[in-house]
T-cell receptor, first 111, second 113 residues
Framework: NAGVTQTPKFRVLKTGQSMTLLCAQD?????MYWYRQDPGMGLRLIHY???????AKGEVPDGYNVSRLKKQNFLLGLESAAPSQTSVYFC??????????FGSGTQLSVL | AQSVTQLDSQVPVFEEAPVELRCNYS??????LFWYVQYPNQGLQLLLK??????LVKGINGFEAEFNKSQTSFHLRKPSVHISDTAEYFC???????????FGAGTRLFVKA
């Protein structure tokens, strides 16, 4: 049972480049989330989804887009990367809202 | 809106000593409260949660937390820590009717031999 899988694990981008982070879960969870983790700031919610075909904004949505075309996948896109988006990105999913299952993270550097 | 304040960014402690990691929250509505733990280079995992009922909640690895509504606190405690408890600990809050779990800034626990 893989749980929550994030790809890629590491990525280096140049300012202005675009990329997509993929999150896949095999637990049939309804809810999925994207967080970013920065030193001294904890985890901040970027976007989330309460079911297939739905998305909603979190605390820090600017500069990111998401899609949930299939229940098991939640994609996070950066259309034009900026150095301020250098961070560690975590995907999480849950069946009940009260317990999040996290992936192992994607370390993104934007130069 | 909810917010979470973790009062200590780093807590050094000797092995077998007790530890308390402090967490205060702010919310105008009913909330659920959580502690998550993050070991180096890993994602977060749930340590314990308070949903309702008894204010003393026991979690994995010997940790426990007490919900204090009047002080809006949810402090995490362990009576005797091990080297393996070295990790970052996050307090989090979720509105009972919402979907967004909000995290604090984290507390790094260093357990020294």
């Amino acid at each position: 049972n893989a749980g929550v899988t994030q790809t890629p694990k590491f990525r280096v981008l140049k300012t202005g480049q675009s990329m997509t982070l993929l999150c896949a879960q095999d637990m049939n969870h309804e809810y999925m989330y994207w967080y970013r983790q920065d030193p001294g700031m904890g985890l901040r919610l970027i976007h989330y989804s309460v079911g297939e075909g739905t998305t909603a904004k979190g605390e820090v949505p600017d500069g990111y887009n998401v899609s949930r075309l299939k229940k098991q996948n939640f994609l996070l896109g950066l259309e034009s990367a900026a150095p301020s988006q250098t961070s560690v990105y975590f995907c999480a999913s849950s069946y009940e809202r009260e317990k999040l299952f996290f992936g192992s993270g994607t370390q993104l550097s934007v130069l | 809106a909810q917010s979470v304040t973790q009062l200590d960014s780093q807590v050094p402690v000797f092995e077998e000593a007790p530890v308390e990691l402090r967490c205060n929250y702010s919310s105008s509505v009913s909330v659920y409260l959580f502690w998550y733990v993050q070991y180096p280079n890993q994602g977060l995992q749930l340590l314990l949660k308070y949903l309702s009922g008894s204010t003393l909640v026991k979690g994995i690895n010997g940790f426990e937390a007490e919900f204090n509504k009047s002080q809006t606190s949810f402090h995490l405690r362990k009576p005797s820590v091990h080297i393996s408890d070295t990790a970052e600990y996050f307090c989090a809050v979720l509105h009972t009717g919402g979907f967004k779990t909000i995290f604090g800034a984290g507390t790094r626990l260093f357990v020294k031999a």
